[in-house]
């Protein structure tokens, strides 16, 4: 018999103008992986932040190994071994690693020694854990993966009874994602119960031995491990079936070269990257974590400062020197990491989505909430079905994905005629997704052209017409869509060792 470690029932919550949670209930036993799925805004977060004492339930009940808790702040949550890594990560970025980790709990003492117990307990945590990092380095120069496993170390050093995972996974690579099933292995046979919310379908079956599903802040139902079917899943998610598009065909949409990019090296990483984009064209860039897809976008935007090679915008050589060169010459970048690309998310949605585009949509004082503006955005909310109570909602209140949805918006409203978009579909769950998918194929249908990154093999073989595969800063495949599968996109992505030798020679 499993031992019930947590017993939710009735939960109910409602924010102003939103029911997030009704009547929501699950169960949770020792040792096991309980994974939470749900579309953006369906409610996970929050049930989360009332578990961790961040949010107060409105009705309901929680009872923690039998006896009912009253769960009035982080404090007591932590009391009573419930610890939670947040979605939105909540880190001090000029702190180091150690003292992020131990915050508000520093060791007794001097400032010197209390920095280097610090550092030793930290080490020792990060040694156990697997992970390789140097606890005195400061959290925000590490890259978004980095300072997820910091965030992870951190809710681990709890030693918590209930963990609860916001989706972790979310800008891991895959050996970071092995890890971090490692260490939920380790947790699990030491009896810990997690919590895990993810968007990665895949994930289920490997990690979770139950599902519970939440749609419109309602419970729906749970599915035990031997019973778990992902088309069931989605079915549940959603509320209805969902279809999957047709591939694209490579030769329909062969327009005009809009983009031209040819031997482009950088000091760091890039070597003679050169390609071809075509109005009207999906260029998928696939590539293992690291070979080299985000600095192609970067260079060419000019983020970053390139060596050598030269960037044509419809046949002519243009210099692009910073970010704001590339938006003149009508080329957008959605980035990956969407925290540093800044929503304002004290502001509301309509000037989130307007605030990249203000000469098209402000008047003459300069203000975003014209009518024209805001019949943009409410277009905007409805065509990616952006979860808000209204576009004047304060984007900070929306959840994590649809605060997503609502930066696609922006890049959407700003009309570059070349997209570049990174990770598009990161932390956006399945049925959105497609939305995004139909938006980006209607896109390039009126004529625009768009560069996709993604890491999701499905998602590049589903939308590009011709997929571009780099390893290692260098191109070493570009396939057409018919003639490509994952098994081919992968035998490029990891091909590279031998082409780097046959070059250096
Ligand atoms: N502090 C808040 N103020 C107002 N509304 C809120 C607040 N927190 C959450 N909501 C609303 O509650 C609903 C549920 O949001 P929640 O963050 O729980 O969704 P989620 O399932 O975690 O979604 P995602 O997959 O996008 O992270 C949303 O409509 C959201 O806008
Ligand atoms: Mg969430």
């Given at each position: 018999m499993p031992t019930q470690l947590l017993a939710v029932h009735g939960i109910s919550k409602s924010f102003p103008g939103v029911q997030a949670l009704?009547?929501?209930?699950?169960?949770?036993?020792?040792?096991?992986?309980?994974?939470?799925?749900?579309?953006?805004?369906?409610?996970?977060?929050?049930?989360?932040?009332?578990?961790?004492?961040?949010?107060?339930?409105d009705a309901g009940s929680i009872s923690l190994e039998g006896a009912e808790v009253d769960i009035d702040s982080p404090k007591t949550a932590q009391t009573l071994g419930i610890s939670i890594i947040h979605q939105e990560m909540n880190l001090m970025p000029h702190l180091?690693?150690?003292?992020?980790?131990?915050?508000?709990?520093?060791?007794?003492?001097?400032?010197?020694?209390?920095?280097?117990?610090?550092?030793?307990?930290?080490t020792e945590l990060l040694q156990r854990?697997?992970?390789?990092?140097?606890?005195?380095?400061?959290?925000?120069?590490?890259?978004?993966?980095?300072?997820?496993?910091?965030?992870?170390?951190?809710?681990?050093?709890?030693?918590?009874?209930?963990?609860?995972?916001?989706?972790?996974?979310?800008?891991?690579?895959?050996?970071?994602?092995?890890?971090?099933?490692?260490?939920?292995?380790?947790?699990?046979?030491?009896?810990?119960?997690?919590?895990?919310?993810?968007?990665?379908?895949?994930?289920?079956?490997?990690?979770?031995?139950?599902?519970?599903?939440?749609?419109?802040?309602?419970?729906?139902?749970?599915?035990?491990?031997?019973?778990?079917?992902?088309?069931?899943?989605?079915?549940?998610m959603v509320g209805r079936h969902l279809e999957e598009g047709a591939r694209p065909s490579s030769d329909r949409h062969r327009g005009d070269v809009v983009l031209r990019v040819q031997g482009l090296s950088t000091r760091h990483l890039l070597d003679d990257v050169s390609f071809e984009l075509r109005r009207g064209e999906i260029l998928g860039f696939a590539?293992?974590?690291?070979?080299?897809?985000?600095?192609?976008?970067?260079?060419?935007?000019?983020?970053?400062?390139?060596?050598?090679?030269?960037?044509?915008?419809?046949?002519?050589?243009?210099?692009?020197?910073?970010?704001?060169?590339a938006v003149r010459h009508g080329v957008g970048y959605l980035s990956e990491d969407r925290k540093l690309l800044g929503l304002l998310l004290e502001q509301d949605v309509n000037s989130n989505i307007l605030l990249a585009s203000l000469r098209d949509y402000t008047d003459a004082l300069g203000f975003v909430h014209t009518p024209k503006g805001k019949q943009k955005s409410r277009e905007y909310v409805k065509s990616l079905r952006i979860k808000t109570p209204s576009i004047a909602a304060t984007t900070k209140n929306l959840s994590g994905g649809n605060q997503q949805k609502v930066v696609i918006a922006k890049w959407l409203a700003r009309?570059?005629?070349i997209l570049i978009f990174d990770e598009p579909t990161r932390g956006i769950d399945v049925g959105a997704k497609e939305e995004i998918y139909r938006l980006?194929?209607?896109?390039?249908?009126?004529?625009?052209?768009?560069?996709?990154?993604?890491?999701?093999?499905?998602?590049?073989?589903?939308?590009?017409?011709?997929?571009?595969?780099?390893?290692?800063?260098?191109?070493?495949?570009?396939?057409?869509?018919?003639d490509a599968s994952q098994a081919k996109i992968m035998d490029h992505a990891t091909r590279m060792g031998v082409e780097k030798e046959y070059s250096s020679r």
């Open positions: 009704k009547d929501v209930q699950f169960e949770l036993n020792r040792g096991e992986v309980l994974a939470l799925v749900g579309e953006n805004g369906a409610g996970k977060s929050s049930l989360m932040k009332i578990l961790s004492g961040i949010y107060t339930k180091t690693i150690a003292q992020n980790i131990y915050i508000g709990r520093e060791p007794r003492g001097g400032v010197f020694l209390r920095e280097r117990a610090l550092n030793r307990k930290a854990l697997g992970i390789a990092l140097d606890p005195r380095e400061v959290v925000g120069n590490l890259t978004v993966a980095k300072q997820q496993m910091v965030e992870i170390a951190k809710a681990l050093s709890f030693d918590a009874k209930v963990l609860i995972m916001d989706e972790p996974t979310s800008a891991l690579t895959e050996s970071e994602t092995e890890t971090l099933f490692r260490l939920i292995e380790g947790l699990k046979q030491r009896g810990t119960g997690v919590i895990y919310i993810s968007h990665r379908m895949e994930e289920l079956r490997r990690i979770a031995d139950r599902v519970t599903v939440l749609r419109d802040g309602q419970y729906i139902g749970s599915l035990e491990k031997h019973e778990l079917d992902i088309t069931r899943v989605i079915d549940m590539g293992l974590m690291g070979a080299g897809r985000t600095e192609v976008a970067r260079a060419i935007i000019g983020a970053d400062p390139i060596d050598s090679g030269t960037v044509e915008i419809n046949g002519k050589q243009v210099r692009i020197s910073q970010p704001s060169d009309d570059c005629d980006l194929n209607d896109l390039v249908a009126q004529g625009k052209s768009i560069i996709m990154i993604s890491s999701e093999l499905p998602e590049v073989l589903r939308l590009s017409h011709r997929i571009v595969v780099m390893a290692n800063g260098r191109i070493t495949g570009v396939l057409e869509n018919e």
